[in-house]
């Protein structure tokens, strides 16, 4: 591994992209501790305290604390993935952006890409203005504004500085998508949740050493934990493989075709971004509930409570139905069967055309219910088990799965990216 990184490292271009994405994650990690002005930090802290294993305490955690601290990134990558999730759904509800989408080339998705940061900005006003109208409700009980925050001036300075951000934060991750390692996006997600792993690993020692839970519980925690990231690996790199044979041609005195191959279909295809999606949608009641004035501790948010019973059913199927959204955008059963037509290629059993673009059709559907059922379970287990025991909710473990899940997910897309530049230039890499 270490001769990898340096073989890693002596290629130019591949070092230049790699310290180009340590520089932007260093920016994002400087922007996470920048605070927005008229807001008292130190009561914020302290109100998320008592709303951790809440929606708000997800919301903190995937921007790595900046949410509790009210930084200027406080909202994270949240209002771009939402105005990702929303363009992309009306890509095939309307037919006039589907067609700017697949049929107008490399320009079409400069525009699609342009809508959705503008979409990110209005969303991120949204949440901005939601955010201010939580701590204008909450300011009474935990003195969360400073008296020249109750101003108009002050308002519009808090909610602009939010959007702003966002606006910030989305640039800085097409700036690593386009000339770093890695999807942008997905990395500054990673170090958000990283950023809180020694904060968290600390706080579980000492509750062990309070006495709040019993050490047996936090090593069975561990464990657990690690049993997740192997078994993450492990249906990684998982793929169900469809036989493929070319049949025989001769072109003036040579055959072609005539060998026998696999048509590769991985069983988690779309990665981490039903996780992703579907944790954003999930929080959506929390946003509504801030915009429209309610308590973070009303009946309608302890519904919609992290480590309730009822937010884990939502969360399951949000997962299920995001996994077959993103397979059916990554993978077209008709083009690949046309593919395989146009080629000389057949599934053995099968005829070439719409016999075997149906057959390929279910087998995706069969091999992405399996990969949704996987991340929708290492995703709900630890809400389940916060839902039922108290000490295991107190531990903040109802957040752990999707973390993990985000966190090993995000990993392995990068070493895998690295490993295509890697052996672009011949050099031996991670894998092998």
């Given at each position: ?38 807001v ?64 107008e ?45 109750m ?52 706080n579980?020692?000492a ?19 690690l ?17 493929v044979?070319?049949?025989k ?97 057949f ?44 000490a ?9 799965g999707?973390?993990i ?10 070493v ?17």
């Open positions: 591994m270490i001769q990898t990184f340096r073989n890693a490292w002596k290629i130019d271009e591949l070092r230049k992209k790699i310290i180009f994405t340590l520089f932007i994650l260093l920016l994002y990690r400087l922007g996470n501790a920048i605070p927005v002005p008229y008292n930090a130190a009561s914020l802290s302290s109100y998320f305290v008592t709303v951790q294993n809440t929606v708000l305490g997800l919301f903190n955690t995937m921007s790595g604390g900046a949410f509790a601290q009210a930084t200027i990134f406080a909202l994270s990558i949240q209002p771009y993935i939402n105005a990702s999730i929303i363009i992309q759904l009306l890509c095939i509800a309307i037919p006039a952006l589907e067609r700017m989408s697949k049929d080339g490399e320009e079409g998705k400069k525009k699609i890409a342009a809508i959705t940061r503008y979409s990110t900005v209005g969303i991120g006003l949204l949440q901005g203005f939601a955010y201010y109208m939580m701590l204008r409700n909450n300011s009474a009980a935990y003195g969360i504004l400073n008296e020249t925050g101003t108009v001036l002050g308002g519009i300075v808090i909610v602009l500085t939010f959007t702003a951000g966002s606006a910030l934060v989305m640039w800085l991750g097409e700036q690593i998508t386009e000339y770093g390692i890695g999807n942008g996006i997905s990395m500054l997600l990673f170090a958000g949740i990283v950023s809180r792993f020694p904060s968290g690993i600390r579980l020692v509750q062990a050493v309070n006495g709040s839970i019993n050490w047996v519980a936090v090593i069975l925690m561990l464990l657990g934990a049993c997740m990231v192997v078994l993450i690996i492990f249906i990684n790199d998982s793929e169900r493989r469809i036989s044979q070319y049949s041609r001769v072109v003036g005195r040579k055959q072609y075709g005539g060998q026998s191959t696999h048509l590769p279909m991985k069983v988690n295809m779309s990665g981490v971004m039903p996780i992703i999606f579907a944790q954003s949608i999930a929080s959506l009641p929390a946003t509504l509930n801030m915009l429209f004035g309610g308590r973070s501790d009303s009946g309608f948010m302890k519904v919609f409570d992290s480590g309730t019973i009822t937010y884990a059913i939502i969360y399951f199927v949000l997962i299920l139905f995001f996994a077959y959204f993103y397979a059916t955008i990554q993978f077209n059963p008709i083009e690949v069967a046309n593919n395989l037509k146009k080629s000389g290629g599934i053995p059993g099968y005829r070439a055309g719409k016999p075997t673009s149906e057959f390929i059709q279910r087998v995706l559907n069969k091999v992405t219910l399996f990969g949704a059922l996987y991340l929708s379970i290492i995703a709900c287990v630890p809400i389940i088990i916060s839902a039922i025991s108290p295991a909710k107190a531990t903040g473990i109802s957040l752990g999707t973390s899940i985000i966190v090993v997910g995000v990993a392995l897309e990068t895998q990216a690295l490993e295509q530049q890697m052996l672009m230039r011949n050099y031996k890499g991670f894998l092998d």
